[in-house]
């Protein structure tokens, strides 16, 4: 029996409108990347069924960086960390970051900021078929948002 993936966020009105077919799936690879946002986007101690859940680099948002190629190496590590703890469905990961300084409009509060623009590569192999794959996410720290 092929396995179902569901497309986040799920839908839980489809589940209970009989017009509906069902709830969306996705394949194994867009499950995969939706989980690893997941992932990097939780801090640790949000998901109320797993303390641990999530990534620790939310305690790094707001952190005064002595030097930037520390500060790189050990915002990887934790993403690196985060994902072999939670993403058993990849093997052989490995994180790269770019990160650049930018300006960021809020166009609500008619304000402009400097963020760090943080642009992740993660690559790896599908435990299931042994395929290379890869995925990016781009976030901005201070407070920490996505794209």
Same mark, same amino acid.
């Not at 939706?34 to 998901?47: D, K, R, V, W």
């Not at 500060?71 to 939670?86: C, G, V």
């Not at 963020?115 to 993660?122: D, L, S």
């Given at each position: *029996?092929?396995?179902?993936?569901?497309?986040?966020?799920?839908?839980?009105?489809?589940?209970?409108?009989?017009?509906? !077919?069902?709830?969306?799936?996705?394949?194994?690879?867009?499950?995969?990347?939706?989980?690893?946002? *997941?992932?990097?986007?939780?801090?640790?101690?949000?998901?109320?069924?797993?303390?641990?859940?999530?990534?620790?680099?939310?305690?790094?948002?707001?952190?005064?960086?002595?030097?930037?190629?520390?500060?790189?190496?050990?915002?990887?590590?934790?993403?690196?960390?985060?994902?072999?703890?939670?993403?058993?469905?990849?093997?052989?990961?490995?994180?790269?970051?770019?990160?650049?300084?930018?300006?960021?409009?809020?166009?609500? *509060?008619?304000?402009?900021?400097?963020?760090?623009?943080?642009?992740?590569?993660?690559?790896?192999?599908?435990?299931?078929?042994?395929? !290379?794959?890869?995925?990016?996410?781009?976030?901005?720290?201070?407070?920490?948002?996505?794209?």
């Amino acid at each position: *029996m092929k396995q179902k993936f569901y497309r986040l966020p799920i839908n839980f009105d489809s589940v209970f409108d009989e017009t509906e !077919p069902g709830m969306p799936v996705c394949s194994e690879l867009e499950s995969i990347d939706q989980y690893i946002e *997941m992932i990097i986007t939780t801090c640790p101690g949000e998901h109320k069924f797993n303390k641990n859940f999530g990534c620790g680099i939310w305690d790094m948002d707001f952190e005064l960086v002595v030097s930037r190629k520390h500060w790189e190496e050990d915002f990887t590590a934790r993403i690196l960390k985060a994902i072999q703890s939670f993403e058993r469905r990849l093997k052989d990961v490995k994180v790269v970051i770019r990160v650049q300084e930018v300006a960021r409009e809020d166009p609500a *509060m008619k304000t402009t900021a400097i963020k760090k623009k943080v642009h992740i590569f993660v690559n790896g192999r599908s435990v299931s078929s042994n395929e !290379p794959c890869g995925f990016n996410y781009i976030l901005y720290l201070g407070p920490l948002t996505t794209e």
